[in-house]
């Protein structure tokens, strides 16, 4: 209840926060905004996935191997993303986003790996630990000037992970997305123009859930914890017509653990990318 009247309250001041900056005519008005991305990265994390007899709590259980992303063979990942946002007025945004994002590779662990509750002998192991990300934002252009701007968003993302491991002629995956709960995100980006088709564009935005309920059960209640941690830096080029290309960095990191008597689920994410997006306003 504290996180979300603090979420409010943020976002009341959000809205009643005037544009400032030097004087000028603001732009025309746009209203469509789309852009696509690309990403690929070179990830490091860690995933873990226990079962209990629902009965006994954790007494006799198994906790799971603790199974690195690079044990598992998972060295690049690929990132696609696709936006669209809505202009309302040329300060004011709706902005939709989804991003799918693939950890895909192979291993050969020398010793038996325990997951979900099952045993995976020593031999070749495939893991498909790919997610989904789904994001609305309302943003805001706070500061504008004749070289710069500085948009801040307020917003939810929600995140399917159904991670899975497969080998022997059988798989087990552990569905996380059914203990899911939307998160809130805050951000900002800044542009600066550095010639007139050029600009310097950083983004950083984040959010969480501490250790809460979530109003699921699965022997017994269902906590989750939470975390997200975005960053981004680019170069952009832009034409006339309103369409803009962008080569950067982007970094993102990724924290979810649920747990109840009878699950006790880890998954952390820390991924550095390069990118392009493409951007096009009419």
Known sequence: MTNGCTF???????LMIPVYGCAQTPPALDRWEFSL????????????VGEFPPANGSAGGAPGTHLRLSGLGIHVSETVEASAAFHLTPDD?????????????????????????????PGPLH?????????????????????????????????????????H??????????????????????????????LLRLGASGGGLPRVDSLRQEGGTVYLQQSHADGDAGLVYRWRGGAELELGY???????????????????????AVRARLSVRF
């Open 8 to 14: 409010l309250v943020v976002l009341s001041a959000i």
């Open 37 to 48: 991305d690309n990403r690929v990265g070179a990830p490091v994390g860690r995933l873990q």
């Open 93 to 121: 945004a709706i902005r939709a986003s989804a991003l799918y994002e693939f950890l895909r590779g192979n291993g050969t662990p020398r010793e038996s790996v325990v997951y979900n509750g099952e045993e995976f002998k």
């Open 127 to 167: 893991a498909n630990a790919d997610f989904s990300r789904f994001s609305l934002a309302y943003e805001r252009v706070l500061w504008r000037s004749p070289v710069d701007e500085l948009v801040g968003g307020l917003g939810i993302t929600y995140v399917y992970f159904n991670p899975t491991l497969s080998g």
């Open 169 to 198: 002629g059988h798989s087990n995956s552990e569905d996380f997305y059914l203990q899911e709960l939307p998160v809130p995100i805050a951000g900002l980006r800044w542009s600066r123009v550095l010639g007139e088709h050029w």
């Open 250 to 272: 982007h970094f993102t990191y990724f924290f979810q653990h649920e747990k109840s008597h009878e699950d006790d689920n880890v998954f952390e994410l820390i991924d550095n």
